[in-house]
């Protein structure tokens, strides 16, 4: 029988469950031409009923907006923005587009929002050649005497390209806990543009602002770019605006982790970006809670740059997920997102506390956002075996680097942790201390293994014990018990 038949024999009291029978009607049909693809889905829920979620970056988005994206919007083109499109019949997807875009004002308060980037890494990109077109490219065609980038000679072109590819970022080094696109080597971003880092001081490791305005005033970047994925701490964009106001630079905020702790009121005054920065990027997905996804959200002076962002960077916007995110804002909007945003922050502060009375050292000594970074030199173990031992013992993290970490990007010497995702799930205080107290069992009770050609002590392999791992397994089932991932989908 299919899944939907099968609840709806056995719940037919249950029929307004209209989520439910939405999604095992969809797995039904999925499996009828990918039997494959559909047993994935399943595997996926149940591993994540069967896991702590503790990755910072990620979040249980509601059925509603998961819903919204599997549609016929994924069949229609609609390059351009909304009422300025390349293709016929967009009118619906103009709809969508404006109600996603509408709601982001509304949630931020800002005066202008696009909402086709397809991740933060897209939004960074159509933000920061948004600037560069904006601030470089046109006043230099004027300079030429021309109107469009098409009058220029191939000549005035190159000129003007070199002179694009000549600017200056600032971003927040990966060391410090910046992201790939704020100018890592690795990434175009610093293939693009000359890039210069800056670094969390080496002691506290804080944004250390008195020497930050120094090194801009130094480089004096074009561009001097604020946020981070591995940064315990608010930002103070008052003072980041002035130290790029100093300059002349334009104050780019990546807000992708925090964005929901900005939606919903957390992070207000200075360390509100939006009142402060030119433009601001984000993901859809992380604190905020929606679906995969980006934005740029900008004052007006920016807003037909952004616009602009295809044909810059993207090709056609993906309409489905633009209606995710509608949904998705939407529920940012009510107020009981700033109930969950306020204790996402209290949870993480408990987090953090239980650890700190363990003795752990955390980096920055705690957190003020929504994720904390454990130096795991007490466990005596890299990050990727605390990541592989806490995976067996059904906790999900992320191996994260410390600022100057010895172990290098790949091992570490961390792992971060968040609480966006069980917050979600209604957790509070009492289910951080059991969960601290699991994690601390854990690494307690796992060792580095060795490298058999050597003997030395491995970076990766790890010796566990199985007593209490079956331990820790039966804690985590039993706290999951009590708060079921969708619990309306039964499978
Ligand atoms: N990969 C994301 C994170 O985990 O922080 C950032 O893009």
Same mark, same amino acid.
């Given at each position: 029988?299919?899944r939907l038949?099968?609840y709806?024999t ?7 469950h209209?989520?439910?029978?939405a999604?095992?009607?969809a797995?039904?049909?999925?499996e009828k031409?990918s039997p ?6 399943i595997?996926e829920l149940?591993d994540?009923r069967?896991h ?13 907006v998961?819903?919204?994206m599997?549609n /016929? ?6 390059e ?7 293709y016929a019949?967009c009118d619906n997807?103009d ?6 875009a509408?709601? &982001?004002i509304q &949630? ?5 929002a696009y909402v @086709?980037p397809?991740s933060?890494?897209d ?7 948004a600037?560069l077109?904006h601030?470089? @490219?046109n ?8 109107k !469009?980038?098409d009058?220029?000679?191939p ?5 003007v390209?070199? &002179? ?6 600032m971003g927040?080094s990966?060391n410090s806990?910046?992201?790939l !696109?704020?100018?890592y080597r690795?990434n175009?971003?610093?293939?693009m543009l000359r ?8 002691? !506290?490791?804080? /944004?250390?602002y008195a ?6 005033q /130094?480089?004096k970047p074009?561009i001097?770019?604020?946020g ?6 608010? &930002?103070n964009?008052a003072?980041?605006?002035e130290?790029?106001?100093s300059v002349?630079a334009?104050?780019l905020v ?7 702790? %900005?939606a919903g009121?957390v992070?207000? #005054?200075?360390?509100n970006?939006?009142p402060?920065a030119? %433009?601001?990027t984000? !993901? ?14 900008c004052?007006?002076e ?9 044909p810059?960077v ?6 489905h997920?633009?209606?995710a995110?509608?949904?998705?804002f ?5 107020p009981?997102?700033?109930?969950y945003?306020?204790q996402?922050?209290?949870?993480? @502060?408990?987090?953090?506390?239980c650890? /700190?009375?363990? #003795?752990v050292?955390?980096v ?5 956002n ?5 130096d795991l030199?007490k466990?005596?173990?890299t990050?990727r075996?605390?990541?592989t ?7 999900? %993290?992320n ?7 010895i172990?290098?990007?790949?091992y570490?010497s961390?792992i971060?942790l ?5 917050t ?15 994690i601390f ?7 580095a ?5 050597t ?11 199985s ?5 820790a397994?039966?804690?985590?089932k039993?706290?999951?018990?009590r708060?079921?991932?969708?619990p309306?989908i039964?499978?």
């Open positions: 029988m299919s038949k099968n709806l056995s719940k037919p009291e249950n029929e307004q209209s989520a439910a029978i999604y095992l009607a797995l039904d049909h999925i031409t494959s693809v559909s047993a994935s889905i595997q149940r994540e069967s702590l979620k503790l990755i910072a970056s990620e979040n249980f988005s509601s059925l509603a998961q819903l919204a599997g /016929l919007l994924t069949d229609k083109y609609a351009g923005y909304p009422r300025h499109r390349f019949g997807v709809a969508v587009e404006e109600a996603a509408q709601e &982001l &949630l931020f308060g800002c005066d202008h @086709q397809h933060g890494a939004a960074n990109l159509v933000a920061l050649w600037i077109l601030k470089i @490219q006043p230099e065609i004027e300079k030429l005497g021309k !469009t980038l009058e220029l000679t000549e005035e072109y190159e000129s390209r070199q &002179l694009l590819v000549n600017q200056k970022m927040m990966l806990g910046g992201h !696109t704020h100018g690795h175009i971003s610093s293939k890039s210069v880092a800056y670094d969390v001081d080496p002691k !506290t490791e804080l /944004l250390d020497a930050l305005a120094k090194q801009v /130094l480089e074009t001097l770019m604020a981070y994925s591995a940064h315990p701490r608010r &930002l964009f003072k980041m605006r130290i790029a106001d002349g334009v104050l990546d807000m992708a982790h925090f964005a929901g702790l %900005v009121q992070f207000q #005054g200075e360390f970006p939006i402060y030119h %433009v601001v984000s !993901t859809t997905h992380k604190t905020l809670r929606g679906p995969r996804g980006g934005f740029v959200l004052q007006q920016y807003s037909e740059a952004i616009n602009k962002g295809c810059v993207l090709g056609g916007p993906l309409p997920v633009m209606a995110k509608a949904v998705a939407k529920e940012a909007n009510r009981e997102f700033k109930t945003a306020r996402i922050v209290d949870n993480a @502060q408990f987090l953090a506390d650890f /700190l009375q363990e #003795g050292r955390l920055t000594g705690g957190t003020e929504h994720l904390m970074i454990l030199s466990f005596g173990l990050g075996q605390a990541e031992a806490l995976r067996e013992a059904y906790v999900t %993290v191996r994260n680097a410390i600022p100057n970490d172990q290098g990007p790949w570490t961390g971060r968040g609480t966006p995702a069980l979600t799930l209604g957790m509070g205080k009492e289910e951080m201390k059991e969960i601290a107290s699991i069992s854990v690494l307690s009770n796992t060792k293994g060795v490298v058999q050609k003997g030395q002590p491995s970076k990766a392999s790890i010796i566990t014990d007593a209490i791992m079956d331990q397994r039966s804690r985590v039993n706290l999951l018990s708060f079921p991932l969708y309306e039964e499978i």
